[in-house]
């Protein structure tokens, strides 16, 4: 069974620009939901899908958005970068999106914004 | 405001010998945490939880207690491993508050090494 999948792995970016990075999750489940990993601040809930509709959304601007396709494949979208939006992001899957099943998480795609 | 907090930033032990890492949270209506292990360059990998109506999970070398009152929980791993070298995160939920994956809230986590 493969696992989750991010791409790209790597992703650098000028300030100002916009990014998209993709997830596509585990066969079968139906829940993608993203973080952001930073030295400082750990892991911060993004915002989770499922079954292409926006179900949680953590304390990011609006500048932060993602949407998820029929096939549960999920991007999430940074517009106008940041230097501090330098981070890990990682996405998560599930089967129903419930905490008291098991997520599995991809690898992260990392951003550095320069 | 932090709400699930790890204190210990790392954590060294001997091969062999128990690991105890700590947890604490602020938010009463957590009733659902979560441990998850991570390897540098990998996604964070679940490993066990528990329900704020138990005070005590195991599976296999790893046992969580959690202690509502103080509001606090703990991960044993016994007995330690090189390969347990990663760091772990902890995370809470208000399951029973309409919750759901995207209402974790994670710790800044505890890097482990166990030493050969």
């Known amino acids: 069974k493969a696992g989750v999948t991010q791409t790209p792995r790597y992703l650098i970016k000028t300030r100002g620009q916009q990014v998209t990075l993709s997830c596509s999750p585990i066969s079968g489940h139906r829940s993608v939901s993203w973080y952001q990993q930073t030295p400082g601040q750990g892991l911060q809930f993004l915002f989770e899908?499922?079954?292409?509709?926006?179900?949680n959304k953590g304390n990011f601007p609006g500048r932060f958005s993602g949407r998820q396709f029929s096939n549960s494949r999920s991007e999430m979208n940074v517009s106008t970068l940041e230097l501090g939006d330098s981070a890990l992001y990682l996405c998560?899957?599930?089967?129903?999106?419930?905490?008291?099943?098991?997520?599995?998480f991809g690898q992260g795609t990392r951003l550095t914004v320069v | 405001d932090q709400q699930v907090k790890q204190n210990s930033p790392s954590l060294s032990v001997q091969e062999g010998r128990i690991s105890i890492l700590n947890c604490d949270y602020t938010?009463?209506?957590?009733?659902?945490f979560l441990w998850y292990k991570k390897y540098p360059a990998e996604g964070p990998t679940f490993l066990i939880s528990i329900s704020s109506i138990k005070d005590k999970n195991e599976d296999g070398r790893f046992t969580v207690f959690l202690n509502k009152s103080a509001k606090h929980l703990s991960l044993h791993i016994v007995p330690s491993q090189p390969g347990d070298s990663a760091v772990y995160f902890c995370a809470a939920s208000a399951v029973g508050y309409g919750g759901s994956q995207g209402n974790l809230i994670f710790g800044k986590g505890t890097k482990l090494s166990v030493k050969p």
């Open positions: 899908y499922f079954s292409e509709t926006q179900r």
């Open positions: 938010n009463s209506m957590f009733d659902y």
């Open positions: 998560a899957s599930s089967s129903q999106g419930w905490v008291n099943t098991e997520a599995f």
